[in-house]
C-alpha cells in the first residue's frame, strides 16, 4: 500500500538504519520484599483453584510484613528491613514445603512443579548474586537490561530490535523490521539475522547500515557495507550524511513507545513479547500511510476546488 500510494520508493529500502530498544513489561519494580509477598499470594490462588488444603495460608502476615519492610527500606532501618525479610522467606519456605508435601505422587504434581520452582528461585535468590533471577512471579521470563540511561539504569522486559529507512521516504520514516530479542543477546550478534530477516520482508538487498557503538564486533557476511556512528575510515560525501542520519531513529523509538504500545507489554510470555513488537511497527507503519492519505486527499481537493472556481470566473 506504502509503494502503490507513493508513500515509499524502493530506492528508500536500500539504506537503513537499525537499533536496539527495551520493551518493558507490566510489572512493578522488583524488591525482595515484594517479590516473596508475591510468590505466597501466588501459591495461594494456586492452592485454592486445585482444592489443595493448606495448613496456614499466610496471607495477612504476609501482608503486614512486607508493608513493614517497604516502609523500613524508606528509612534506611535496614537491620529492621531484614527482620522482617526473613519473616517472609521463613513462611513462603513452610508454603512450599506444605504445598509440596501435598501434591507429590498425585496428578497435580505437574501442575504445580513449574510454581513451586518459580518459588523457591525467589526464596533462595540473593539482591547481588549473578546469574538466572526471577523478576516478576507473574511473568518469569522478565530479564533485567542496563541501557546505561542515567533516568532508568535498569529496566525490566525484553530487548526488541528496530530497523528503519535511512533516508525520510515521502510519507516518512518507515518501519521495515521488528523483532523480539529474549535472553538479552549482545547487539552485534544479533546484526546479520536482522538484515537477511529485512531483505526477506521487503525483497530488496541493502546495500549500506547505519548502527551504532553497540554494534561493535558484528559478524555479518559483508561487514564493509555496516557504518558505526563516530567512525572516520571510509566515512564522506553521501555516507558522512547518511551516518548523521542515523540518530533519527531514537525519535521512531520514542513514537513507538509514546504512540503505540512499546512503552510497556501487557501481553502474556514471550509470544506476547514478540507479538506486541511486531503490533506496535504495524500499528506505526499505518499511521504514517493514513497521515499520506489525508494529505493527498487534501490536495485533491484543493485542486478541484481550483478548478471549480476558475470555471465559474470563465
Known amino acids: 500500500m506504502a509503494h502503490f500510494s507513493g508513500a515509499l520508493r524502493i530506492g528508500d529500502l536500500a539504506r537503513v538504519t537499525v537499533d536496539t530498544t527495551v520493551q518493558p513489561k507490566n510489572i512493578t519494580f522488583p524488591t525482595d520484599a515484594k517479590l516473596v509477598h508475591s510468590a505466597i499470594k501466588g501459591l495461594n490462588r494456586m492452592a485454592d483453584r486445585h482444592g489443595v488444603p493448606l495448613r496456614q495460608s499466610y496471607l495477612r502476615l504476609a501482608k503486614r510484613a512486607a508493608l513493614m519492610a517497604d516502609r523500613y527500606a524508606h528509612a534506611k532501618q535496614f537491620n529492621r528491613y531484614r527482620r522482617e525479610l526473613r519473616f517472609l522467606r521463613t513462611r513462603l519456605g513452610r508454603l512450599i514445603h506444605d504445598v509440596g508435601r501435598k501434591v507429590i505422587g498425585t496428578d497435580l504434581e ?6 513451586l520452582q518459580r518459588a523457591r528461585q525467589i526464596r533462595s535468590q540473593e539482591q547481588r ?5 526471577v523478576y516478576s512471579f507473574h511473568a518469569p521470563e522478565v530479564e533485567c537490561i542496563g541501557k546505561g540511561k542515567a533516568r532508568a539504569p535498569y529496566e525490566f522486559g525484553v530487548k526488541a530490535s528496530i530497523v528503519t529507512t ?4 515521502p510519507g516518512g520514516q518507515f518501519m521495515l523490521h521488528a523483532r523480539s530479542l529474549p535472553g538479552n543477546p549482545y547487539d552485534g550478534h544479533t546484526l546479520a539475522a536482522v538484515i537477511d530477516d529485512t531483505e526477506a520482508l521487503t525483497g530488496r538487498s541493502i546495500e549500506r547500515v547505519y548502527v551504532d557503538k ?3 564486533g558484528h559478524s555479518t557476511t559483508n561487514p564493509r557495507r555496516v557504518f558505526l556512528s563516530g567512525q572516520k575510515r571510509g566515512v564522506g560525501g553521501i555516507i558522512k550524511r547518511e551516518l548523521r542520519r542515523r540518530s533519527a531513529i531514537e525519535a521512531v523509538i520514542g513514537h513507538l513507545k509514546n504512540d503505540g504500545h ?3 507489554c501487557f ?3 514471550r509470544h506476547g513479547d514478540a507479538a506486541n513488537v511486531v503490533l506496535s511497527a504495524v500499528g506505526y507503519n499505518l499511521r504514517l500511510i493514513l497521515r499520506w492519505f489525508r494529505a493527498l486527499l487534501c490536495l485533491f481537493a484543493a485542486a478541484i476546488g481550483f478548478v471549480s472556481a476558475t470555471i465559474a470566473v470563465a
Request: no cysteine; charged share 35%; net charge positive.
Open 267 to 269: 501481553l502474556k510470555g
Open 166 to 169: 535511512n533516508r525520510r521516504a
Open 129 to 133: 548474586q549473578r546469574g538466572y533471577k
Open 214 to 216: 553497540g554494534y561493535r
Open 262 to 264: 512499546l512503552g510497556r
Open 110 to 115: 505437574m501442575v504445580f512443579h513449574d510454581t
